[in-house]
């Protein structure tokens, strides 16, 4: 799945494409939302099951909320990639400026958009890494309660069924944690996220510089201005060599 970026309309952001983008942008948040507040209904629900019902028959309701933590989890993790993938426009920058020059204005701009575009994908990346971890554990620690648990009854489901349900639900358990770590390592999501957060703070940090210099009168020559251009581009310059050693990688692994 591409990154999708709203790119700004020349008709406003009311433009139809901005309104459909952004739709999916809010549904996929709240059904993100929806995922994690029905897997805590669901595992306070099977604590409460296997909590009360302990040694009653009515323990295999339990099977349910399992199902439903799962289910859970499993839309989490879907919603959270599909809201990761689109990406809002950046704000334009609106601050005013000291020098007349237009090169300062430009430059202000193309950095002002490449701090927030980075920022946002940092942002975004952060957020599939703390989910895979958070639902990593809690699926760990579910397989481990459903592996261990003990019940003294000495007939009915909890001999002839209860055996065969938890090694299920922890084959289960196991494949999803499998595949959604082979997936986060193949593509280094936390190293991605770490690499555009440096580069969102380097371009604020640029972005302030220039501020300053332009608020001491500063960039009076073409010189002076010239400097910071030359900083954007080691900045960006550095990021597309990073992309072009983490391609060469990949393309030697796969070879």
């Known amino acids: ?4 970026e709203i790119q700004p309309s020349s008709q406003g ?17 709240a059904m993100v939302l929806f995922s994690k507040c029905f897997l805590i209904l669901c595992v306070f629900g099977l ?7 302990y040694s009653n028959e009515f323990i295999s309701s339990a099977r349910w909320f399992i199902v439903g ?17 689109i990406f809002l426009p950046p704000y334009p920058y609106n601050k005013p400026l000291l020098s007349p020059d237009p090169a300062v ?24 890494v703390f989910y895979y971890k958070i639902c990593t554990i809690i699926l760990a620690g579910l397989s481990t309660v459903v592996l261990g648990l003990h019940f003294e009854a000495k007939s009915g489901w909890f001999v002839t069924g209860y055996p ?21 390592t193949f593509f280094n999501v ?12 380097k371009l604020r940090s640029l972005l302030d510089d220039v501020e300053n210099a332009d608020k001491l009168k500063e960039l009076n020559t073409p010189q002076q201005v010239q400097a910071f251009v030359d900083q954007y581009k080691t900045i960006k310059g550095d990021f597309y060599k990073y992309w072009e050693g983490a391609l ?8």
Not at 248 to 255: A, L, P
């Open 105 to 128: 204005l430009d430059l202000v701009q193309k950095v002002n958009k490449d701090a927030q575009r980075y920022g946002n994908a940092a942002y975004g990346n952060y957020r599939m």
């Open 13 to 29: 952001s009311d433009s139809e494409n901005e309104k459909k983008y952004r739709f999916y942008y809010q549904l996929s948040a």
């Open 164 to 184: 065969i349900f938890s090694k299920n639900v922890a084959l289960v358990i196991g494949t999803i944690i499998t595949i959604y770590t082979s997936i986060m």
């Open 47 to 53: 604590l409460m099951v296997t909590s009360y019902f």
């Open 69 to 85: 933590i799962e289910f859970a989890v499993m839309c989490a993790l879907i919603f959270t990639i599909v809201h990761n993938k």
């Open 248 to 255: 060469s990688d990949r393309g030697s692994q796969g070879s």
């Open 190 to 201: 936390e190293k991605y996220w770490l690499i555009n957060k440096t580069l969102s703070n």
């Open 1 to 4: 799945m591409s990154d999708i």
